[in-house]
């Protein structure tokens, strides 16, 4: 099945600056990458999603980068805010499936 | 709020015991997924069901079963429990293109917390 890394498990950053995570997939046929958020206690949400035809995908201040030749892909949030402390998940589709990483725990100072 | 919802938000019950988790999709959603987060083991995909069928299987023990009704609600039924699946079971459901088998957006439920003693 699909093995999806993710890097790093935390991330402390200053408001203001920049949080990069970053993913890596095993199978070259997955085809469909989304990000989702999770807050303490809440459901996961998605938050921006990327397919296997486009290299790179910008929402507000949220972009996400997908290299198919290495695998790996990687969201990026600029402008942090604090409301963007949450943890992050990335996800990878394949044979029907969604395969998550282990999430990435934001924490961003104020 | 995603407009898929779940019940109960919260399950107590003992070792051995069984218990069934409900999930009702967003209007309009044929396919409704099941997943497991733990701790140790994160999110993990246990099954898809479309339209009533079953459309994929992740690592779904034998002692959880799911089924999908008529009304495209779902339900997920877990006998024989262990401490070990004490865990939040999240329901998410999408539109359903092509019969199940495509990447659409999943939009999750709030969850179930069980908790096994």
């Known amino acids: 099945g699909e093995n999806v890394e993710q890097h790093p498990s935390t991330l402390s950053v200053q408001e203001g600056d920049s949080a990069v995570i970053k993913c890596t997939y095993s199978?070259?046929?997955?085809?469909?990458f989304p990000w989702y958020k999770q807050e303490l206690g809440k459901r996961p949400q998605l938050i921006i999603d990327?397919?296997?035809?486009?290299g790179e995908k910008k929402d507000q201040r949220i972009a996400v980068t997908l290299n198919k030749t290495a695998k790996h892909f990687s969201l990026h949030i600029t402008e942090t805010q604090p409301e963007d402390s949450a943890v992050y998940f990335c996800?990878?589709?394949?044979?029907?499936?969604?395969?998550f990483g282990a999430g990435t725990t934001v924490t961003v100072r104020a | 709020d995603s407009g898929v919802t779940q019940t109960p938000k919260h399950l107590i019950t003992a070792t051995g015991q069984r218990v069934t988790l409900r999930c009702s999709p967003r209007?309009?959603?044929?396919?409704v997924y099941w997943y497991q987060q733990s701790l140790d083991q994160g999110l993990q995909f246990l099954i898809q069901?479309?339209?009533?069928?079953?459309?994929a299987k992740g690592n779904i023990l034998e002692r959880f079963s799911a089924q999908q009704f008529p009304d495209l609600h779902s339900e997920l039924n877990l006998s024989s429990l262990e401490l070990g699946d004490s865990a939040l079971y999240f329901c998410?459901?999408?539109?359903?293109?092509?019969?199940?088998?495509?990447?659409?957006?999943?939009?999750f439920g709030p969850g179930t917390r069980l908790t096994v003693l």
């Open positions: 069901y479309y339209n009533g069928e079953e459309r």
């Open positions: 996800a990878a589709f394949f044979d029907y499936k969604l395969s």
């Open positions: 990327i397919r296997s035809n486009v």
């Open positions: 998410a459901s999408s539109v359903g293109t092509s019969g199940g088998y495509s990447t659409d957006t999943q939009y």
């Open positions: 199978d070259s046929a997955s085809n469909y």
């Open positions: 209007s309009g959603d044929l396919s």
